[in-house]
C-alpha cells in the first residue's frame, strides 16, 4: 500500500544549480529523488515546499513524497537509510508519516529565509555570507528592511516569471540583528516570489551604503517596476531556515526564535 512521507532536509547548495530538478545539471531534488530511488527500489517523485536558486542554502527545506509500493524501513530509520546515498553537502534530518494529502508547497502557512552579511573577508565564511566591499551602516540596513513588512505587490522586488499569477506576499516579519561579526535579515512570509529575498537585501544595502533612502524604496515598491530594484544581494549568504504548517510536523527542529 503506497506510505506517503514528508522529509526536513538541509543542504550546501554551493555546487547545486537551485532545488528544482532540471536536464542536464545537478539540482538538490535530482540527488535527493536519486537517493529515495536506490534506498527503495522503485523511481519516486518529492515535491519540495518552494524553489531555492543556485547557490542557495536550507536548513529547513521540506518535501513530501509517495512510496508507491510501501516500504519496510520504520519511519525513524528513514533518515539515515537516505543519507547513505547522499552526497555529504546534502542531508535528510528526518522524516514522518504523514496524511495522504498532505502537500509540502500548498500547505505551507509561512517560510522564513536568514540572510547572512558578514563584515570580515574570510576564505571559512565566503561560502554562506556576503562581505560588502565597503563598510555599511547597520542602522540604515534595519529601517529599510521595515518598508517590506505587511502585504504589499513585490513586482518590483522579484524575476518576472511566466507561471508567476500574484506578485503579492504578506510578509509577516523583517528584520535585522546585529552579530557577533556582522548582521543577520530574517524575513518571514507567507509566501515568496522569484529571487524576492535577494531583490530586498540587495535594496537594504543600497540604503545602508546611503546609494538610496528609505523614502526611495518605499516609492520604488509602489511603483510595481523592476527596474527600480537595485542588484541583488548574492546566493551565498541566503538561507531558508524553516517552513511552518498548520499541522505539528517538525517542530521540534525549529530555530528558538520562532
Known sequence: MPRPLALLL??????YAGWQRQPNVRTVQGVVEKAVSETFGVPTQIVGSGRTDSGVHARGQVAHMLIENGHAIPTDKVAVALNTHLPAD?????????????????????REYSYTISDEHSV?????????????DHDLLAAAAVVFRGEHDFTTFSKFRADCRSYICNVMDCNVSETEGGSLVRIRANRFVYSMV??????MMDVALSRRTVDDVRTALKALDRSACSELAPPQGLCLTTVHYPIEIFHRYHPAHL
Open 90 to 110: 546534502v542531508r535528510i534530518r528526518a522524516a514522518e508519516d504523514v496524511d495522504a494529502s498532505f502537500h509540502a508547497r500548498y500547505d505551507a502557512n509561512w
Open 198 to 203: 535577494r531583490s530586498i537585501v540587495g535594496t
Open 10 to 15: 538541509e543542504y550546501d547548495g554551493t555546487h
Open 124 to 136: 571559512f565564511y565566503e561560502r554562506f555570507s556576503w562581505c560588502p566591499k565597503k563598510p555599511y
